[in-house]
């Protein structure tokens, strides 16, 4: 049969393509045809695995959730149904994204890695919309393969293949109709501005942006790596890096430095292009200091470029052994909360996170500058950076630590 012959064609190349991690997986299926695709490749590839379904409560979800439902009873696997409730905001979509990677972090139990099924369209519209709001080097990097404990298979299967694999599969797959509102800016992207590049200018346009990603993110992480050997010395109250060393290594490996270092007096972000070219001034003695946004004043004294906060009360920056209320850790002030009931939805982020309740929190300032959670002494969350695979909450268990990192000024949003 022609359709057989086909889909085994499109499943013989998918599996070439497919970066599957190790250890015990949980698929984001959310009904329509790419994670129907992906959870298709996990039974050939004979993984065993669980799925989790997020409703959202907007117009389609009942109808995604059916298909969801419908997909997993097809394959033969398990599925947890989450319903959550979108805050209010100025962009449902931003926020029903929140929510949703939220719900399914929270469904992860220990060891265990969330996949999504985004593919290499996802990755070119990625870019660029990157490209087109102004995205400096880091924002061209794209979809990153693995963030923490969510990994992304399927970034080098176009969206055409996972559409033709979940239809040749008789999967039961539904379009969620809000990816045809061209009011959004990514829906846009794809059926406006991508087919119209391609028609015009290059028929593998979607291949050469995924290609350029790919390209950056090698540049990308190879400069963040240089920069991460700049040293980053602090008093309790301040952070300072030697100008010395910032003058003899490459321009883009100090500036990524100096972002690194705002972004831990003033976390998460590292600064605008404005803020960086005030900084460098100082550096170079054009100016004696300079007050950015969040209260922080850089200044140049001798042979040390200091980053100083706002005035906030903050003790030493050793081992801190973190209590349910306030607490403060050099630059940084992290509030823990005590819930009571099962966690329905975790916080989502670098800079927030959730453990299980009988456990024992304690912080620290690493020699690189970097804000560490350890629980029960080891570590298990580098704040800004990633969340290891270190006591993870069980879902349903009643009662948790919810734990959320800020700036001296104000409380920071997730990265």
Known sequence: MVETRRLKELMNRSTGLLRLPDGDLVLALSGGA?????????????????????????????????????????????LDVVGIEIPPGASVEGQARKARYSALLASLRSGETLLTAHTLDDQAETVLMNLLRGSGPAGLTGITPETGAVARPMLAISRSETREMAMLASLPFFD???????????????????????????????????????????????LRDEAAEVPVMGDGRSLAMPIGVLSTVAHPVATRAIR??????????????????????????DRISVSL???????????????RPGAIDTP????????????????????????????????????????????????????????VVEVNAAEAWVVGERRLPVAWYEPGTSGYLSVFAREGSGWTSSP
């Open 34 to 78: 790419d994670s129907a695709a992906l959870a298709h490749l996990l039974v050939t590839h004979g993984r065993v695995f669980r799925a989790v379904h997020v409703n959202h409560g907007l117009p389609a979800s009942d109808r995604l959730e059916a298909a969801a439902r419908a997909v997993a009873r097809s394959i033969g696997a398990a």
């Open 176 to 222: 969620d109709p809000s990816n045809l509102d061209r009011a959004l800016r990514r829906n846009a992207i794809r059926l406006e501005v991508i087919p119209q590049l391609s028609a015009r200018f290059n028929p593998r346009l979607v291949e050469a942006l995924a290609r350029f990603a790919d390209l950056a993110a090698a540049d990308e992480a190879h």
């Open 260 to 285: 690194r270092c705002l972004a831990l007096v003033r976390p998460p972000h590292g600064g605008s292009a404005a803020e960086l070219e005030d900084i460098w001034a100082v550096a170079t003695r």
């Open 293 to 307: 946004a969040g209260g922080i004043e850089v200044a140049h004294e001798g042979p040390l470029l200091h980053f």
């Open 316 to 371: 030493p920056m050793g081992r801190v052994e973190l209590v349910v209320g306030p607490n403060h850790v050099g630059p940084f002030q992290i509030e823990v909360e005590r819930m009571d009931r099962a966690c329905r939805v975790a916080p989502i982020g670098l800079w927030s996170a959730v453990f299980p309740l009988d456990v024992a929190l304690a912080a620290r300032i690493d020699e690189r500058g970097r804000l």
